[in-house]
């Protein structure tokens, strides 16, 4: 370096240093007060949350056995799973105390009444992590018999149309779709 750059790298350097003295007790105090605001609220909340009273107990109490509308006073339905932000799982009965094939299986909230039956929505598994995996099914209450009539992996399908003796699934899992045709 020669004589001009080593005075100013001098002067800047006495600069920098300078300007390091003066700002350091300026940060450090304000991470000191910094730490010691939160610490007070820190000790405000203890002491409020120590006059505040418990509140009740929530008690929750098992679903009852509700109808299912349009199953012509035929079936009902209680609640036995609810997945957060997702579906809920249901167990079916016959109203009138027959013992039925339902009573085996979670079945989701969709059901579609048809004059073969019902088509139900029947869970693989209860298993968030495994959901959605679902056999669409076909009850036939006069006998009593669940048939599996396709399997689909979403939560949003519908029958899109029934001719003579076939029908017509559609399904969007919100990347992909299909159409899924089943004889009945």
């Not at 350097?13 to 300026?26: G, K």
């Not at 957060?84 to 339902?102: A, E, H, N, Q, T």
């Not at 029908?167 to 992909?176: A, E, N, V």
Request: charged residues 25%; glycine residues 6%.
């Amino acid at each position: 370096m020669n004589k001009v750059q080593l005075v100013f790298h001098h002067i800047f350097r006495f600069i920098w240093n300078l300007i390091f003295i003066i700002s350091y007790p300026i940060l450090a105090s304000f991470g000191l007060l910094f730490i010691g605001v939160t610490y007070v609220f820190s000790l405000l909340s203890r002491f409020l949350n120590r006059l505040r009273p418990e509140g009740k107990k929530v008690v929750l109490k098992e679903s009852e056995w509700e109808d299912l509308p349009y199953s012509g006073e035929l079936l009902e339905a209680k609640l036995i799973k609810q997945i957060v932000f997702g579906p809920s799982g249901f167990k079916f009965r016959r109203k009138d105390g027959v013992p039925s094939v339902l009573s085996d299986y979670v079945f989701g909230k969709k059901v579609r009444v048809l004059e073969e039956g019902f088509i139900l929505e029947k869970w693989n598994s209860t298993e968030s992590k495994d959901l959605p995996d679902f056999d669409i099914c076909l009850y036939d209450p006069d006998e009593d018999s669940l048939r599996s009539l396709t399997n689909i992996k979403c939560f949003d399908w519908h029958v899109s149309e029934k001719v003579e003796n076939e029908l017509s699934f559609k399904w969007f899992d919100g990347t992909q779709g299909g159409e899924v045709k089943v004889a009945l």
